[in-house]
């Protein structure tokens, strides 16, 4: 080194201390480099993970998701990523063609339970894993298009039940009370569609007697849905049935209380004397005839009581406290009855 023109000789440990320096210097450098470059890939990291691992907060479970046939997976995707099942479509694309390609996507019902991540996800629709299992259902007879709908919305969320009652409720009477199987999210007009068929089929193994019976269908629907509500046997519905029949043939009232447990949704037992007042034309007490429509969904037994009524001298009828059914010729024997057994 030199100094004013005096050459300088730096220690040995000097030496060595200023390359030390020189080298720490470049490694300076070299990590003032490295540490963005780092940061960066762990934010994407970081990034990445919450959007496979994390599933979508926004996504309402349970979820039936829907995947058309020869849909491209990047339609999918985007799709997918609009109904909040994953929260990036794109991530989701990379990882089913990392997976297989898009092409193995297995169209169907997707059934969510609850929310997953992009890779569960990902994972079932390049399966084909629809995780859908039919729902045993049984509907009561004497249900009514409400009661039905309330029961599938229970069974088999998620259910379209404002869906499927805009299709049942015409159809009152023509639903037939049975077991079925159904999946989560079913379309509503196959579940309608699945009871009314059922309902035909039963209709076509008596359909003779139906024919003897010389009366339109949907009168004896109707009044097979009355014997539901007033009668618990096969017998008192075929007597009450004849009773009905006489009661239209002479003009009569049908003064019968279950229509107001139809339109009043209330039970037969809460009814008050300004229930029977109502205006409307489900009153029997007010309006000859049947009421408008059937007021539940009958079984196939009260629709052959209707078909097949007995022929009795009987005229009035009413159900003790104990549900027992006593009969009379006339409406002074009914009035007796009435105060003997009410």
Known sequence: MNFFGTKLTLHPRLRRTAGVCRAVCYD????????????????LLALSAYLLVLPPNAMATPSVIRVENDQPLGKIARDLQAQNV?????????IVRALGGGSRIQAG??????????????LRLESGDFELKPVRVTIAEGATAQDIGDLLSAKLQPFDESGFLALAKPREGYLYPDTYFFYPGQDPASV???LENNYNKHMALIAPQISAANKPVPDILTAASILVGEARTDEDRRIVAGIIWKRLRLGMPLQVDAPFGYVLDKSLTKLTPADLQIDSPYNTYKNK???PTPINNPSIEAILAAAEPLKTPYLYYLSDRNGVMHYSATYAQHLLKIQQYL
Do not use: K
Not at 28 to 43: G, K, L, Q, Y
Not at 86 to 94: E, K, Q
Not at 112 to 118: D, G
């Open 28 to 43: 300076c450098r070299a990590f003032e480099r490295i540490v963005p470059a780092a940061f960066f890939a762990a934010a």
């Open 86 to 94: 994953v929260r990036n479509a794109f991530l989701f694309d990379v």
């Open 109 to 122: 019902a997707y059934f969510f339970p609850v929310r997953e991540n992009t890779l569960t996800v990902a």
């Open 192 to 194: 309608e569609g699945a």
């Open 289 to 291: 005839g049947l009421p």
